[in-house]
């Protein structure tokens, strides 16, 4: 039996070790914020959703408790070249380790590999270059200029790890039957129902006026954008649905969920290229089904 059909068969199955685990490092990752929501998880919910996926660290969470056995399972962004990683990884793992495996931790190489023409490659080529790039770059940023061509400077480390293949073996397990898709997080309106889970884990509002958004894409992510996910979450609460949203401790967001119950945690940004905010920061964890009110 080939891998990629064990990897069917034993689709959805708990891993008792900690594996799956995100496999690449995504600005704003929800590393050590996932044991708040998780502790904040409804018990019992029908499908889920995580429309902002990007490193998707709440689903393996869920999926490694065993809480989306038998569900339907929706994951989406809006970076398509992620989307992309994730199907690979999801319908031809094999190849995609195969490729990833002839890649080296060199600065030369780095800039070659980086200059490639994505829309060349094959499907499995182009998701190995991704986690590739995404593991030697710089802080494991994802940007783009304003041609849409990735442009991270390489990054400093001490034998990086290039291909966990263990990890992606057992994330392809995990994606096995889910829907992926490319989209803005509004969509999710089209398929959420009663009793479902969303999870929304948007770019920050950011905490000073100075500080700037993270640009995770090459569509910027602002005021407005925000203020969409705010009627968005509402109506999906009026809907019946089990939102959880995270977000930074901002005057902005309380004012905004203001209906909603809302806890604030201390989160640590996982990539940042500015030392100064990467220590501890406010988050507010907002969620629709303990609501005071919902109108
Ligand atoms: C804070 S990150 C999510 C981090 C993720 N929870 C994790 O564990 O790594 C935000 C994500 O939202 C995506 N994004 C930005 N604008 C979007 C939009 N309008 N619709 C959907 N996704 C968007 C970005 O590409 C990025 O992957």
Known sequence: MTRQKQATRTSRKTNAESLPKPFIKWAGGKGQLVSELL?????????????????AALFFALYRQGKLNGKKIF?????????????????????????????????????????????????????????????????????????????????????????????????????????????????????????????????????SKTAKFVSYASQGFDLEDQSRLAD?????????????????????VKKHFEPFKQDRVLARRSVNSRKDRRGPVGELVVISYSAKEVS
């Open 39 to 55: 502790d904040r998880a409804p018990a019992d919910f029908d499908s889920y959703h995580e429309p902002f996926m990007g490193g």
């Open 232 to 252: 968005v979450f509402s109506k999906l609460a009026r809907r019946g649905t089990l939102a959880i949203l995270s977000n930074s401790e901002t005057p902005w």
């Open 75 to 207: 994951l989406s962004d809006i970076n398509q070249e992620l989307v992309d990683t994730y199907a690979s990884i999801r319908d031809r793992v094999e190849t995609v380790i195969r490729h990833l495996r002839k890649h080296k931790y060199e600065k030369d190489y780095y800039y070659e590999v980086r200059a490639w023409k994505p829309e060349k490659l094959t499907e499995a080529k182009r998701a190995a270059r991704m986690i590739f790039l995404n593991r030697t770059g710089f802080n494991g940023l994802y940007r783009v200029n304003s041609k849409g061509k990735f442009n991270v400077p390489f990054g400093r480390y001490v034998n990086p790890t290039i291909c966990d293949a263990k990890n992606l073996r057992a994330v392809s397990c995990a994606l096995q039957g889910v829907k992926l898709k490319h989209e803005s997080f509004e969509k999710v309106l089209k398929r959420a129902k009663k009793n479902d889970l969303i999870y929304f884990d948007p770019p920050y509002v950011p905490v």
